[in-house]
Antibody, heavy 120, light 112 residues
């Protein structure tokens, strides 16, 4: 059974940093691309970033480019999202999700999410 | 990059059917999409991958009353024999060759 378990969310002040983790199990983590998606309170889903399998290519939404960094540790079956220079508009539930293929395609499994609140 | 357009809401009676539409922007009518369901307060759940041909591939445990179809730039999700647990937000998703992923704005389904 595929499981994705996010952690690391919490309350942080504007300008601060946070690192999210997503522990994966139930599939061969190293062979699939992985994605972060966020959802602001009462809003829809917003894609944040993706990392491919194999060459570890990374891509970001314009709203987070230069501030967020996605990475993966295949030896630990874990996906990360380093978030710097956080803003109030980054407040959201952050979901990690598994892609169907080695590179971006469609998502087929989601984690339960972790809440990030940016506020003073 | 593609844009996905969804109606904001839909409603139908318990036991009836509802058909949701996700429309791809001009020039992207051949794109594959996915449908996801998000019940209130829960994480999204993958329902199916849907191709331009109308062929679809459902996720594990998705009931038979969920089906997909396509016509031109439109991608449909039909829920038959509507149940109370089907009350949720439904999002479509796609991606493009530049690896940007896009979500529709979501359709809120109410079961009357």
């Amino acid at each position: 059974e595929v499981q994705l378990l996010e952690s690391g969310g919490g309350l942080v002040q504007p300008g601060g940093s946070l690192r999210l983790s997503c522990a994966a199990s139930g599939f061969t983590f190293s062979t699939y691309a992985m994605t972060w998606v966020r959802q602001a309170p009462g809003k829809g889903l917003e894609w944040v970033s993706v990392i491919s399998a194999g060459d570890n290519s990374t891509y970001y939404a314009d709203s987070v480019k230069g501030r967020f960094t996605i990475s993966r540790d295949n030896s630990k079956n874990t996906l990360y999202l380093q978030m710097n220079s956080l803003r109030a508009e980054d407040t959201a539930v952050y979901y990690c999700a598994k892609e169907r293929q080695q590179k971006t395609s469609t998502l087929d499994y989601w984690g339960q999410g972790t809440l990030v609140t940016v506020s003073s | 990059q593609p844009v996905l357009t969804q109606s904001s809401s839909a409603s139908a009676s318990l036991g009836s059917s509802v058909k949701l539409t996700c429309t791809l922007s001009s020039g992207h009518s051949s794109y594959i999409i996915a449908w996801h369901q998000q019940q209130s307060g829960k994480a999204p759940r993958y329902l199916m991958k849907l191709e331009s041909s109308g062929s679809y591939n459902k996720g594990s445990g998705v009931p038979d009353r969920f089906s997909g179809s396509s016509s031109g730039a439109d991608r449909y999700l039909t829920i038959s024999n509507l149940q109370s647990e089907d009350e949720a937000d439904y999002y479509c998703e796609t991606w493009d060759s530049n690896t940007v992923k896009v979500f529709g704005t979501g359709t809120k389904v109410t079961v009357l």
